[in-house]
T-cell receptor, first 114, second 110 residues
Framework: DTGVSQDPRHKITKRGQNVTFRCDPI?????LYWYRQTLGQGPEFLTY????????KSRLLSDRFSAERPKGSFSTLEIQRTEQGDSAMYLC????????????FGQGTRLTVV | SQQGEEDPQALSIQEGENATMNCSYK?????LQWYRQNSGRGLVHLIL?????REKHSGRLRVTLDTSKKSSSLLITASRAADTASYFC??????????FGQGTRLTINP
């Protein structure tokens, strides 16, 4: 499978715990995005990378969220001290650099904070 | 923050009918893209229209773009049960990030 893969697909955690999600993009793509989606809403931009550089981070993203993309390959998204409001689907996407290119999405990681 | 707003929020039609969804946005864009999402899954790219294009076709899909009105429409002709999904428009400025709207939930009734 040469698509975008995310792991885990589902995560249930207790409030206050830390969680980490992984995204493996399509190997030729140098841009990687993280989005968050709650029920009935569209994907909300969190952050994106070009290669290993994190180029933009949403102002909505609290300091509890951190993302990395070492060596410009896979990426991890960590949420520290999870809160019930963090419950959502976390989507990863990758694409070529440049204008007018489509994004390829993974299946997402559904986080439930109890 | 969301850039685009889809209309209607939900649409239910009979199989074989055409479905039209609209998207409005606020700022200038390089392109506008439409994506489909089946329940609980990732998004799948459907079609991209550049800011200098007015209409584009792909199979049963027809997309229009009116930059003067900052709006786009997606038409699905001869709908099928498998078209049941949520549809999102996404806009892009400066080859950076895609900003998604709230989506239209489309239900095709057999």
């Amino acid at each position: 499978d040469t698509g975008v893969s995310q792991d885990p697909r589902h995560k249930i955690t207790k409030r206050g715990q830390n969680v980490t999600f992984r995204c493996d993009p399509i190997s030729e793509h140098n841009r990687l995005y993280w989005y968050r989606q709650t029920l009935g809403q569209g994907p909300e931009f969190l952050t994106y990378f070009q290669n290993e550089a994190q180029l933009e981070k949403s102002r909505l993203l609290s300091d509890r969220f951190s993302a990395e993309r070492p060596k410009g390959s896979f990426s991890t998204l960590e949420i520290q001290r999870t809160e019930q409001g963090d419950s959502a689907m976390y989507l990863c996407a990758s694409r070529w650099t440049g204008r007018d290119t489509e994004a390829f999405f993974g299946q997402g990681t559904r986080l439930t904070v109890v | 923050s969301q850039q685009g707003e889809e209309d209607p929020q939900a649409l239910s039609i009979q199989e074989g009918e055409n479905a039209t969804m609209n998207c409005s946005y606020k700022t200038s864009i390089n392109n506008l893209q439409w994506y489909r999402q089946n329940s609980g899954r990732g998004l799948v790219h459907l079609i991209l229209i550049r800011s200098n294009e007015r209409e584009k076709h792909s199979g049963r899909l027809r997309v229009t773009l009116d930059t003067s009105k900052k709006s786009s429409s997606l038409l699905i002709t001869a709908s099928r049960a498998a078209d049941t999904a949520s549809y999102f428009c996404a806009t892009e400025r400066g080859a950076q990030k895609l900003v998604f709207g709230q989506g239209t939930r489309l239900t095709i009734n057999p």
